[in-house]
């Protein structure tokens, strides 16, 4: 179903929510097309074409909230949402600070040239050679003995709000992705890795022959992996790793976990929690960013801001759910689907880069560990503590000696946050990024 005229739809489903008796409502509505293709060998997998929508309806009757969402828009089934609605939000306990934003607070901005959309709909053709070419260039690399499949994928997709307070607004997005995955060696020696390139614009994806030979080299770089020492090392996390830490954080300052009081960050507003070399910018206007829109899920405008600025804590990421309980202002950070009310959430973020390259930020590590895979998720979110599963490689007086697997690397995220340091090679390729970063003094266990 199109979502060519959503105003009427979600109006007219508002006016019958508090004619039934809600003080207040919005409703989001979403539609969207995708096509994946995936294969393996060279042989077909999958080939898919999915159309979608969904409706998600918020009613408020004094302090009581619930949110229904369906599938099914028509007349009759819109008629039992609202009332199914009307009797949950009867029925639940009160929250205190539950309620839609008021007019002074909306934005009127909903219009922003964010360049969210790619208006031309790649073929299955397109999407099949896309594959094609990418895990063909993987397995030409010499020592690549197998593919574990290649995968293109396109979806667009159109997102209306609307609220009894006044506020309407939509956006139009749209995303290209292409992944491979390579074994390397033999028997019991073999090895895998990955790449992938996702972005707006099929213009700017990377070449598939380009993602499979990157794919292809990184799983050779793994064979004959060694255990490194247990000591007390540098450790340099790969852009690809150097996200999650970026992550750690935004979490630790989310406001639904500072207003339960279950941050290690909670008590630090205002103080220096990271490297005073160090920027977190939050940016929901980045043109053709993966994350990007013109307006928070409550109608609030969303202004890039600092999160941390020379490594001082700027701001919690609030929507006005948590604002409330704080006793703060939202920081325009709502997000929400159809189903449950809004939460607070990041856009863009990136850890701004540093002036060193990578090869010098290491080039004084006499014995050091460089981490392009963690796996499992040791991280007390109360506490700071940290630790994760690794494998990479070993550096040896500033340089990649050999490959590494099994280890742990162990820490706390409040010590480790001081003690980060980072290089010049900052890409924009998520919507979490960062460059790569060392951390001096972590705990690594091997061998």
Known sequence: MSLADPRNLLSDLIAKATKAGADQADAVAAAGTSVSHSQRLGKVESLERSESHDLGLRVIIGKKQAVVSSNDWAPDALEELVDRAIAMARAVPDDAYCGLADQD?????????????????????????????????????????????????????????????????????????????????????????????????????????????????????????????????????????????????????????????????????????????????????????????????????????????????????????????????????????????????????????GTVSPKELMSDIASGLYVTSLMGMGINGVTGDYSRGASGFWIENGEIAFPVNEMTIAGNLKDMFMNMSVADDLDFLHATNAPTVRIDGMTIAGQ
């Open 105 to 353: 607070q909306l934005t009127d901005r909903t219009d922003l040239n964010l360049d969210l959309f790619d208006p031309s709909e790649p073929s299955a053709e397109d999407l099949i050679e896309r594959a094609r070419a990418a895990e063909d260039a993987a397995l030409a690399v010499e020592g690549v003995s197998n593919s574990d499949g290649a995968s293109a994928e396109w979806s667009q997709w159109d997102i209306y709000l609307a609220a009894s307070n006044g506020f309407v607004g939509g956006y139009k997005g749209s995303r290209h992705g292409i992944g491979v995955s390579v074994l390397a060696g033999e028997g019991t020696g073999m090895e895998t890795d990955y790449d992938y390139s996702s972005t707006v614009h099929g213009s700017d994806l990377r070449a598939p022959e380009d993602i499979g030979r990157s794919a292809g080299e990184r799983a050779i770089a793994k064979l004959n992996p060694r255990k490194g020492a247990t000591k007390s090392l540098p450790v340099v996390f790969d852009p690809r790793m150097s996200p999650s830490l970026v992550r750690h954080l935004t979490s630790a300052i989310n406001g639904a976990a500072i207003a339960r009081g279950t941050s290690f960050l909670k008590d630090k507003m205002d103080q220096q929690v990271m490297n005073s070399a160090l920027t977190i910018m939050d940016d929901p206007h980045r043109v053709r960013g993966l994350a990007s829109k013109p307006f928070d899920a409550e109608g609030l405008p969303n202004a890039p801001m600092a999160l941390v600025k020379d490594g001082v804590l700027q701001t919690w990421i609030l929507d006005l759910h948590t604002a409330r309980q704080l006793n703060l202002q939202s920081t325009g950070r709502a997000a929400r689907g159809t189903s449950a009310p809004p939460s607070p959430s990041t856009t863009n973020v990136h850890l701004e880069a």
